[in-house]
């Protein structure tokens, strides 16, 4: 499952891996700007349908990024009955930094800033993934829910998708300092830096998942460096 403005190849450079451990496997297109809720309905369909025309009744999600949050509001609305393992590679589970700071400066920059960081990151004011990556809209809507009872604010957790039954492992990417581009130079400018250590978009932080259970664990910090390769897996 492909992150924010990840393509149905995003995934290629684990071919090979999957073909000589003879694993089958499919890639999911879903919506580059898309909600995460609009994803995890995509998301459903194509389990359903590859379900429906093999012979297997479940499968196991590799997700990058985004793909990780459209991953468990999929296993939020659906349920984990037809999922056996799950895997996150540098999913923003509490949000991204870099988001707020596209999405700040898309908002209150002069034209040379908004169409720097437009050109940079590929989005705009009407992307619904920039929105839903922000730290705001993943701590108070998708990961929790407030409600205001009288003189009282309850805080209601949303992360029902615990995975009951669900094989969870969680990964998170590190490199010597953030990578440089135009988006986290003027992400800095505007106040917004990156919590290190990070794989220079996300980081290990905001990978970690959010609740306090035996599932709240990182399995691996994975040093790009020492990985060949090319691409976002690089």
Known sequence: VHGWYGIITTFNEFDEFFEEDGIPYFSVLLLGQG????????LNAEIENYLATSCYDKVNILA????????????RRFGGSKVGTFVQLGTPNHGSIL??????????????????????????????ALRNLTTPFIETQFNYAYYQLA????????????????????????????????????ANHFGFFL?????????????????????SYLDGVLNSASVDGQGPFN
């Open 151 to 186: 003189n009282n604010l309850l805080i209601v957790p949303r992360y029902t998708e615990a995975f009951s039954g669900v094989d969870a492992h969680i990964y998170a990417g590190t490199e010597e300092g953030a990578l440089f581009s135009v988006a986290n130079w003027y």
């Open 99 to 128: 988001a707020d700071a596209v999405l700040t400066i898309l908002t209150h920059g002069n034209f040379v800033q908004r169409a720097a960081v437009a050109s940079a990151v590929g989005t705009s004011l009407n992307d619904n």
């Open 64 to 75: 990058h990024s985004k793909g990780g949050l459209d991953s468990r509001a999929y296993l």
């Open 35 to 42: 909600s995460i809720e609009q994803n995890a309905i995509l």
């Open 195 to 215: 919590e290190e250590p990070s794989d220079g978009i996300v980081s290990v932080a905001s990978a970690s998942l959010p609740w306090n259970c035996s599932d």
